[in-house]
């Protein structure tokens, strides 16, 4: 697929709750289809917020935002820069190096034709979402996937958080059956059925634009077997309840997206709704979680 430009405004903040509070003061301001905001937690604690803007943004009213929520300091330390379509889908084609996770393979392109037999090809296009196979969070939920896999057949699976459809795909390949794609982010939700597109064929990945459980298709959907979700310590802890509720008897549950000092708390949130924690996987400073809900 090809993107336009994006112009992208970057900074990095000390801590969660300024991180949040940057997020909500721009979300305020600018609406879906305007910017894609992003805030994700470093290895070192500290948090990048990246904001991709379809059109230039107004900088001083950038800085205004950014330095009402976070302090002038941070709003001095912000770079606006254009990223290039034909940047993203270069780096997208040629630059990444397949990475293995067990059964799965995640590659770009111009691999295709290079993956051994015995292993699951994944094939992504990054573009502008979360998933290439390169973070550590992600190479721990398809590590737990294909364990988790070998003993065990789930019907209905949900890749909650899908950014590249990475998870989803991965799942759907698999089992050869039917997984749900959800995403907060709209450009995420497209990027990943067009990933799902170049993989499997069409039906096997259905994609929904949702935060956490609210779109109709998971009221309408029946319980899920295996959930993935790939996001942040916060969202998954908040997401415990309504996640339990959607789960079948002895579904399991892989999460990632928290840093190992993170886990207790999260661990607990599960506990408390029913889930115990099966296996904790630490990659590249991150932590990755298998969980099983107890009947
Ligand atoms: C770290 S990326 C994970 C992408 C991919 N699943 C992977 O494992 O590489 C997290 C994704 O979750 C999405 N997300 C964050 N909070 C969410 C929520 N509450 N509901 C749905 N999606 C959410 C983000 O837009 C982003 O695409």
Redesign the pocket.
């Known amino acids: 697929m090809s993107l336009a430009s994006t112009h992208r405004v970057h900074f990095a903040v000390g801590d969660e709750h300024t991180a949040r509070g940057v997020v909500d003061a721009l979300t305020e301001i600018f609406f879906e289809g305007q910017a894609a905001i ?1 805030a ?1 937690e470093r290895p070192d604690s500290r948090w990048d917020v990246t904001v991709h803007f379809a059109e230039p943004p107004d900088q001083p009213l950038v800085r205004e935002l950014v330095a009402n929520a976070a302090g002038a300091d941070i709003a001095a330390g912000i770079t606006f820069d254009t990223v290039e379509a034909k940047d993203w889908v270069k780096a997208s084609l040629e630059d990444l190096v397949p990475v293995p996770a067990g059964r799965f393979v995640v590659h770009g392109q111009h691999d295709r034709d290079r993956i051994a037999p015995n292993k699951l090809g994944i094939e992504i296009e990054a573009a502008l ?3 290439t ?1 390169h ?1 550590g ?2 190479r721990g ?1 398809l590590l737990l996937l294909d364990q988790a896999l070998k003993a065990w057949r789930p019907r209905r699976v949900l ?6 459809g ?2 989803a795909i991965a799942a759907a390949k698999a089992l050869h059956e039917k997984v749900l794609a ?4 709209p450009p ?1 939700v497209q990027v990943a059925r067009d990933n799902a597109r170049l993989n499997v064929s069409g039906h096997l990945v259905r994609t929904v634009r ?3 459980f609210s779109a109709p298709q998971f009221t309408q959907s029946a319980l899920f077997d295996l959930v ?1 979700a ?3 310590a916060n ?1 998954l802890r908040q ?1 415990a309840g309504p996640m339990a509720r959607h789960l079948a008897p002895s579904a399991l549950v892989i999460l ?2 928290l840093l190992p000092h993170q886990a207790p708390a999260v661990i607990a949130a599960y506990r408390a709704r029913g889930l115990v924690p099966v296996r904790h996987l630490r990659i590249e400073g991150w932590s990755s979680l298998l969980l099983r809900k107890v009947n």
């Open positions: 992003a994700f979402a979360f998933g196979g973070h969070t992600t939920c890749d909650l958080g899908t950014g590249t990475v998870l959800s995403d907060i982010d995420s949702a935060t956490g993935l790939n996001i942040l969202p997401l990632s997206g």
